[in-house]
Every structure is written in structure tokens, then in C-alpha cells.
């Protein structure tokens, strides 16, 4: 299994670009997830989904949108870029919401906005 | 009141010592406690995981809670250059995580 896998690795935007962060898993999990880590800031939740067809919003949903279609599949959406959005975004998913809710992550992908 | 705080660091110790990180945390309701390790330019991996209060040992790593003073510990005993990286304390709410800042640790061979 690959796991958890997100494209592109990097990427550098200019303000006021639209851009889609790619987000796939394999562990057939319901939950997936996507997270903005900035220096010295821990994860920072952006948006959930429960299921294809399901999503909800984060602590830090502004300027950005997901959408669900598959169980697979979760990509992130940034529609008009801000240098605030510069930072690294992990996706990651689960299988269960209960207990420790063992999450699984991407690599990760540094974005740079200029 | 953030959720959960964790002293940033770094923290820097020689190979073999025995190494404590922190977190505090505000809601007592809280049960599910974890460790994540999150090595440079990767993502963030379950270490441990406590229910409620007490110890809980794998190997070289012991994870603790303290409900009486919302506090969370993370113990790793003698320390390996392999072990450097940055420990996220979380815990789960409902049907996400709650993250602490992270500790990057520095262990010297």
C-alpha cells in the first residue's frame, strides 16, 4: 500500500492564483482530513470529510474549499492566493473517529505564496 | 486558553539521556491522548496513545497523563540521534484532533 500520497511536493504561487493540492489514499478509510502547519504552530485543521459526499469545515477553512467525490480522493482547493497561505499542507485519513483515531499522513506539500 | 500548549523548544541533550516533553491540556472531558513524531520535511506519525489516566510504556518511550493537573508526558529513556525530531502532543475531539505546537528535539551523538 502506498498510504497516503500528495501532489505536488512544492509549489510557489503568486497572490491571487488558484491552485489544487491533490490528496489520495489506498487504506480505504472514511475520514480524511486537511491540515496547514506553520513554523512552530502544530497542525492547524482546514477542512474534514467523513465520507465521499461529506465534508466540514476545520478551525481554519478561509480561503480555501474541498470537495469529496470518491473515498479515495480529497483534494484542496485555494482559489485566490495570499502570502497568509504560504505554509505546508498535510492531508491525512483514518479509519475510525473513535478512540485515538489513529490518522495517517501524507508527505506533505510546501507551498510558497509571493 | 489553546486546548493543548507544548513548550516549542528546541531541546537539546547528549545521546543516552533521558529526555521529558510537555503538554498541558483545558477540557478535563478529554480521554484519547497521543504522541505524534513528526521527522524534518515529513509527515507527522502515531507514536503512543494513553486512555484517561496513568502509564503506558513501549520500549524506550513511556506516555503519561495527569488528569488531576491536565497534564500529558512523554518519556524517553536512553535517547538515540535517531530520536531527533519534533513530538506533537493531540488529543481527540470527537472527529478530529486537537494538536499541541510541537517540541523539536535535538538529541547529540
Known amino acids: 500500500n502506498a498510504g497516503v500520497t500528495q501532489t505536488p511536493k512544492f509549489r510557489i504561487l503568486k497572490i491571487g492564483q488558484s491552485m489544487t493540492l491533490q490528496c489520495t489514499q489506498d487504506?480505504?478509510?472514511?475520514?480524511m482530513y486537511w491540515y496547514r502547519q506553520d513554523p512552530g504552530m502544530g497542525l492547524k485543521l482546514i477542512y474534514y470529510?467523513?465520507?465521499?459526499?461529506?465534508?466540514d469545515k476545520g478551525e481554519v477553512p478561509n480561503g480555501y474549499n474541498v470537495s469529496r467525490s470518491t473515498t479515495e480522493d480529497f483534494p484542496l482547493r485555494l482559489e485566490l492566493a495570499a502570502p497568509s497561505q504560504t505554509s505546508v499542507y498535510f492531508c491525512?485519513?483514518?479509519?475510525?473517529?473513535?478512540?485515538?483515531?489513529?490518522?495517517?499522513f501524507g508527505p506533505g506539500t510546501r507551498l510558497t505564496v509571493l | 486558553q489553546k486546548e493543548v500548549e507544548q513548550d516549542p523548544g528546541p531541546l537539546s541533550v547528549p545521546e543516552g539521556a533521558i529526555v521529558s516533553l510537555n503538554c498541558t491540556y483545558s477540557?478535563?472531558?478529554?480521554?484519547?491522548f497521543m504522541w505524534y513524531r513528526q521527522y524534518s520535511r515529513k509527515g507527522p506519525e502515531l507514536l503512543m496513545y494513553t486512555y484517561s489516566s496513568g502509564n503506558k510504556e513501549d520500549g524506550r518511550f513511556t506516555a503519561q497523563v495527569d488528569k488531576s493537573s491536565k497534564y500529558i508526558s512523554l518519556f524517553i529513556r536512553d535517547s538515540q540521534p535517531s530520536d531527533s525530531a519534533t513530538y506533537l502532543c493531540?488529543?481527540?475531539?470527537?472527529?478530529?484532533?486537537?494538536f499541541g505546537g510541537g517540541t523539536r528535539l535535538m538529541v547529540k551523538p
Open positions: 491525512a485519513s483514518s479509519g475510525t473517529s473513535g478512540g485515538y483515531n489513529e490518522q495517517f
Open positions: 477540557n478535563s472531558a478529554f480521554q484519547y
Open positions: 487504506m480505504n478509510h472514511n475520514y
Open positions: 470529510s467523513v465520507g465521499a459526499g461529506i465534508t
Open positions: 493531540a488529543h481527540n475531539a470527537g472527529n478530529m484532533l486537537t
